[in-house]
């Protein structure tokens, strides 16, 4: 199909070829869209994001990127590689996985070093972060300092500032205070006003419904058993249900027992 960022046909994988992670996923992304990934925790969330930034290949099945054939031993083209890097961003759930050099800033412009962009022009993207993240006085610091919301958004901006195409965030603000959590909500919906395509996994249903224009449910099979729009998927309390997203709990109130859905 034309325009298409991301084309999965029938893509199956399993790690150590013995414990399942997804199992017939098909999946076509387009740009600009806003697409959010949710399911219970093990239900293949994170092993399709790492699969769409090329990090690990179906055990069957194919994912097409941006035309080409995504597989193993691509990357060894380095003109594919440099090129896919600069279109495909991902921020992994744990940002611990992303800091490892020895100042926030050094992690921020490790990235774009990489890629070859130019000093002055990482500089200059540096500033602008700096000012929207408000990172100014983490900066100097070692990441084992940060909390974890300050991680986070180094972790973010050491991928905003390669400005990807493709921005693919896994739980983007699990464990977030609100006003953290509301600063990278508005981030990403200026960043895909601006063009971007975002594509996120969250278990959270309320990020889910802000931030979408398309919902995929992932099942505990590790399959998408639905897709659509926020307002259809969520209104939808028996999928919901069926796919551990939202759960019962009950109190007394006199002597009636109320029963009320809790969101995840």
């Not at 991902?90 to 490790?110: G, M, R, S, W, Y």
């Not at 395509?197 to 278990?203: D, L």
């Amino acid at each position: 199909m034309d325009n298409l960022i991301f084309e999965l046909k029938n893509v199956f994988f399993s790690y150590l070829e013995r414990f399942p992670a997804l199992s017939d996923v098909n999946l076509n992304i387009r740009p600009g869209e806003k697409l959010t990934v949710v399911g219970a925790n093990g239900s293949g969330k994170s092993t399709l994001l790492h699969m769409l930034d090329g990090l690990i290949f179906p055990g069957r099945g194919t994912i097409k990127a941006f035309g080409a054939d995504l597989k193993e031993g691509v990357f060894n083209d380095e003109n594919f590689s440099k090129n896919f890097r600069r279109k495909v961003g991902l921020i992994f759930q744990n940002p611990d996985v992303q800091l490892f050099c020895p100042t926030a800033k050094e992690d921020i412009i490790f990235g774009p070093l990489q890629l070859g962009i130019e000093k002055e022009e990482i500089e200059n993207r540096l500033e602008e972060l700096t000012g929207v993240l408000n990172l100014k006085d983490l900066l100097d610091r070692p990441p084992h300092q940060l909390s974890v919301g300050e991680k986070r958004k180094v972790a973010l901006a050491s991928t905003l500032i390669i400005d990807p195409d493709v921005l693919i965030l896994d739980e983007p603000t699990a464990g977030l205070d609100p006003l953290t959590t509301r600063h990278i909500i508005n981030l990403l919906v200026q960043s895909n006003d601006s063009g971007k395509t975002i594509i996120i996994s969250t278990h959270d249903l309320r990020l889910a419904e802000e931030i979408s224009d398309i919902i995929y449910v992932f099942s505990p099979g590790k399959r998408i058993v639905k897709s659509g729009k926020p307002e259809e998927i969520l209104s939808d309390g028996q999928l919901l249900r069926d796919n551990n997203l939202i759960h019962s709990y009950s109190h007394k109130h006199k002597n009636t027992t109320h029963i009320h859905p809790h969101l995840h």
